[in-house]
Structure formats: structure tokens, C-alpha cells
């Protein structure tokens, strides 16, 4: 047993399973424990912040933190292949004929399993390292709820956004904010926070992909996109705090802006509290309340 669960065990918490894998040509034993985690808060509670994830960038921080994308997956791309290449030269095994692998064929395997493991450890340790840092700084993080599968479907990014993680991000986030005594709060999908202005609230009815500064045409504000689509997350965090009490002043458009079918002219969101992870509502939809607990 090693020390830190030894440790833990020791009269702190009640070991309740454990499991064991092989994972790369290494043996890891993960332990299930039941302990009381004492309450804690955030370094600045009433801090802000705008989390936009991205390729370019790993994530835009709304503070003009820039988190480079350190794409793991790229840099192992070439051995990986090569590691590929040479696995296919030796014997496998065939399930038609009974056909046994060759050791060479074994240690070929193991070699390409090992490269497929570091990427992903090397991904893994990137991201805790960021949630772990923004949930234990921030008492109040806001995200985007992406459509990742919708996303993966892109032929030429989908590579770039697996290796990235999106989903993994939020994941994270929404256990860690609870565990430092802080919220995570996700906006809607439909929420235009690209194509909002975070100057004046004006939303545009079309903003390419490959546009990488946002214009605005009604208060000519030139602002990064990821910078501007931050700076319109962290601004949802006010209407959540306020949406309980009375309307709120939605941060609309001055013109009405299709969007896959829905007219994006006003948005309510709902509320949230600590600990829990919030929804804010698509455009043109009122509701008083939505809270989705944390997991």
C-alpha cells in the first residue's frame, strides 16, 4: 500500500474498492474511499472568470490568460506511426485460422501501447493541472456547453479537438468548483457568446470560422474572438446572481440573428449557487430556474 493512501486510511477515511489495470505496460491500482473533505474556498471568492476552449488555444481566460495548447497528439504523431508501421510488418494473430502472435509482433504491441499511453497521460496532466488551478483561484467559472460529438464529425479538426479535451475540461471543473466551494456555470449551447459584442451587447448574424477578430459594426470594438467570446461568458455570471430577484437585463441583440432555426433576440438564465453547476437558457427562452447538481 503506499503511503498516501496508508495515510489516508489511518483513521481519515474507509477504503471501499479497489481496481486493478494494466494500462501501457504499467499496473495501476486505483482505490475507492469513503472520507469527509473538509470545506474549503476559492483564493477570491467573488472572482470571475470566462473559460472559452479552443485549438489555436487551449483556453482564453477572460483575465487575458492565454493557455497554450501543447497538442500532444501531433508531436507523437510521426514515432506513432512509424511504431505503427512496423507493427504491421510482423505476425499477428488470426482469429480464422488460430494463428498465435509472433514476440516480436508482442513487443511491437507493447512499444505502440506505450506511445498511446504518454500521449495520454501527458494530455491528462495538462488538463488537472488547469481545472485544478482556475477551481481553487476563481469562485465562479463560466463555460460553454459544446456539442463535441457534433464537432468530432469535422473531418479536418477532429483529430485537434479529441487531443484537446473539451469535454474532459468541464468535466473536471464541475467536481473541482464543488470540492473548493465554488460553481461552475454553463452556458447554454445555442448562446452566441462569438457573435455577441462584449462591448455593447450587439450580435452579428454571421461569423466565420476562419474570422479570428471580432468587429463590431455598431460600436467598432476590434477584439480577439476568443478574447471577446470570454469576456461575454464571465458577463452571465452577474444575471445569474441577480436572475432570482426580479428581470433581468438579458444581454441581447439590437437586430434579430437566426440561429439554426432559433432567433436569438433576448436570454433569462437561470440561477445558481454553490456547488452546483448552472445552465443559462437559450435565446428566446424564459425560465426562473434551472440548477443541475454537480457530479
Known sequence: MSPIVARRANGTARIMSATVRCNGGRWHVSFTVEVERAERTPDRPQSVVGVDVGIKYLA?????????????????????RALGRTLSRKT???????????????????RLGRAHARVAHLRRDGLHKLTTRLARKHGTVVVEDLNVTGMLRNRRLARHIADAGFSEIRRQLAYKTSWNGGRLLVADRWYPSSKTCSGCGAVKAKLALHEREFT?????????????ASLNLAALAAEFDTAGSGPVA?????????????????RE????????TGTVLPQGRTIDRVLTKAH
Not at 499477428?92 to 507493447?110: N, Q, V, Y
Request: hydrophobic residues 35%; positive net charge.
Open 60 to 80: 482564453m481566460l477572460s483575465t487575458g490568460e492565454l493557455v497554450p495548447n501543447p497538442r500532444h497528439l501531433v508531436a507523437a504523431q510521426q514515432r506513432m
Open 92 to 110: 499477428g494473430p488470426d482469429r480464422r485460422t488460430g494463428l498465435r502472435p509472433s514476440k516480436r509482433w508482442e513487443r511491437a504491441a507493447a
Open 216 to 228: 463590431c459594426e455598431v460600436c467598432g470594438l476590434v477584439i480577439d474572438r476568443d478574447r471577446n
Open 250 to 266: 438579458a444581454r441581447g441583440a439590437d437586430r434579430k440573428t437566426r440561429v439554426r432555426g432559433q432567433v436569438a433576440v433576448k
Open 269 to 276: 438564465p437561470g440561477t445558481a449557487t454553490a456547488g452546483q
